[in-house]
């Protein structure tokens, strides 16, 4: 696979439509996520970030997880820890990373910008949500290798569970998951998939230094009782 260029075009192509575009049956048949109707108003995505924090351990290349608690937006899906640009992080001369900084601060107890941290979050992927969902982000995907004696933690009251997980084993074990097993959104399963296909920080660095990030934007499509997300491919066709 050929990673330099744009975005995950190739992971799109790579996993199954089947497998690419599932989500948890919680999510998918919620009213609240039901597609605006024709001729309704086109929400504003909110700027969000999203950190995907990284450890190479024996068993290979790992992640920090966390899952939404039950009730709340997302809620009893695994998601890399981030949220939305606050009035206070558009006071930087960053506000995308200020948000980013923060949000990790909030969810994982580490500073970004404190002692150990000496190499900045790498820009890796863009997703925006459907123009057709009632509430939209504009999210940055950004990675970064933990540095070693930093452990993170579930400092948040938006999470009931965090911990590190191997990439290709979840990465294996989400494709052969029964629907209702599913616990993931596509853009988490996209950069999961990537990760797993490159291996190791070396390689992802090398990846990144080459990439050209371009906009990620989904639609919804019905399914079943509920609604699935269709992804762009390079040729012009959905999945």
């Known amino acids: 696979m050929a990673y330099a260029g744009s975005h995950s075009w190739e992971v799109f192509e790579e996993i199954?439509?089947?497998?690419?575009?599932?989500?948890?049956?919680?999510?998918?048949?919620?009213?609240?996520?039901?597609?605006?109707?024709?001729?309704?108003?086109?929400?504003?995505?909110?700027?969000?970030?999203?950190?995907?924090?990284?450890?190479?351990?024996?068993?290979?290349?790992?992640?920090?997880l966390v899952r939404r608690s039950r009730g709340m937006q997302f809620g009893g899906v695994w998601a890399f820890p981030g949220g939305k640009q606050e009035p206070v992080d558009e006071q930087a001369a960053d506000p995308l990373r200020a948000c980013l900084r923060r949000e990790c601060l909030e969810e994982t107890g580490l500073d970004l910008a404190g002692p150990g941290f000496g190499e900045p979050p790498l820009p890796w992927s863009r997703w925006i949500t459907p123009e057709n969902h009632p509430q939209r982000y504009d999210t940055w995907f950004f990675l970064l290798l933990a540095p070693p004696g930093l452990e993170p933690r579930n400092t948040s009251t938006e999470a009931d569970r965090a911990e590190w997980v191997s990439v290709a084993e979840l990465v294996a074990a989400d494709r052969d998951a029964a629907a209702e097993q599913v616990a993931m959104l596509p853009p988490t399963r996209s950069v999961l998939a990537e990760l797993a296909l490159l291996g190791s920080w070396p390689r992802i660095r090398e990846v990144a230094a080459q990439r050209v990030i371009e906009p990620v934007t989904a639609r919804l499509v019905p399914q079943g009782d509920g609604w699935r997300p269709s992804h762009p491919r390079r040729d012009g066709s959905w999945t």
Do not use: M
Not at 19 to 38: H, I, K, M, N, Q
Not at 44 to 61: D, F, K, N, Q
């Open 16 to 64: 199954p439509p089947e497998v690419l575009t599932r989500t948890p049956a919680s999510w998918a048949g919620t009213r609240r996520r039901t597609p605006l109707a024709p001729g309704q108003p086109v929400a504003v995505p909110r700027t969000a970030a999203t950190l995907v924090l990284l450890r190479e351990g024996r068993g290979g290349l790992q992640a920090w």
